[in-house]
């Protein structure tokens, strides 16, 4: 069992919706998490990020984390066409390296 | 520079020839991180440099793969006697503080 599990999709979503992105994970020593983008050939670009449970909010971007269920999902409102990317969940206990999920792949058609 | 910058950003290979592949972390950044994300795949670990030490390269498939920070800064990723399970995109990343890294473009190595 991989320490981070994402649905890779694909998403496909009309503009204006609301979308949803979700990944589980198994190690309740993850205590920071984060969302990346990732458009074709690009790096992965830091969207939201996390420390503990609760929600956080940017803009049309929102984070939630319940570790007691091992659960965080972004929440992307008023999606546009731009907002097509991959979408990378990430998170670390207290050693160094980061634990990537799969990534999932959004598409938004206008 | 005003973000990583990393070389080359394709780079094909013979199987069994050796590569360098480099990487220019934001200019004050102590933490450089390396991961190889495969397609369709998010990134995985590699190792990590705080400063120029390595403090973990539990990542590192096998003794082929080397990483260097020596001054601190630019670090270069060595893969040696490449293999066809060695084409990936190489990521780079650096952090200030040991969370939020910055990410690279990456360099997509292709073993043929």
């Known amino acids: 069992q991989k320490e981070v599990e994402q649905d890779p999709g694909p998403l496909s979503v009309p503009e204006g919706a609301i979308v949803s992105l979700n990944c589980t994970y198994s190690?309740?020593?993850?205590?920071?998490f984060m969302w990346y983008r990732q458009y074709s050939r690009k790096g992965p670009e830091l969207l939201m990020y996390?420390?503990?449970?609760g929600n956080k909010e940017d803009g049309r971007f929102t984070a939630q984390v319940d570790k007691s269920s091992k659960y965080i999902s972004l929440f992307i409102r008023d999606s546009q066409p731009s907002d097509s990317a991959t979408y990378l969940c990430?998170?670390?206990?207290?050693?160094?390296?980061?634990?990537f999920g799969t990534g999932t792949s959004l598409t938004v058609i206008p | 520079g005003a973000g990583v910058s990393q070389s080359p950003r394709y780079k094909v290979a013979k199987r069994g020839q050796d590569v360098a592949l480099r990487c220019d972390p934001i200019?004050?950044?102590?933490?450089l991180f390396w991961y190889q994300q495969a397609l369709g795949q998010g990134p995985e670990f590699l190792t990590y440099?705080?400063?120029?030490?390595?403090?973990?390269k539990s990542g590192l498939p096998s003794d082929r793969f080397f990483a260097e920070r020596p001054e601190g800064s630019v670090s270069t990723l060595k893969i040696q006697r490449t293999q066809q399970e060695d084409s990936a995109v190489y990521l780079c990343?650096?952090?200030?503080?040991?969370?939020?890294?910055?990410f690279g473009s990456g360099t997509r190595l292709t073993v043929v």
């Open positions: 990343a650096s952090s200030f503080r040991n969370y939020g890294y910055t």
């Open positions: 190690n309740s020593a993850f205590q920071y």
């Open positions: 200019s004050g950044h102590v933490s």
């Open positions: 996390t420390y503990s449970s």
């Open positions: 990430a998170m670390k206990g207290t050693g160094n390296q980061f634990y």
């Open positions: 440099f705080q400063n120029e030490a390595q403090l973990d």
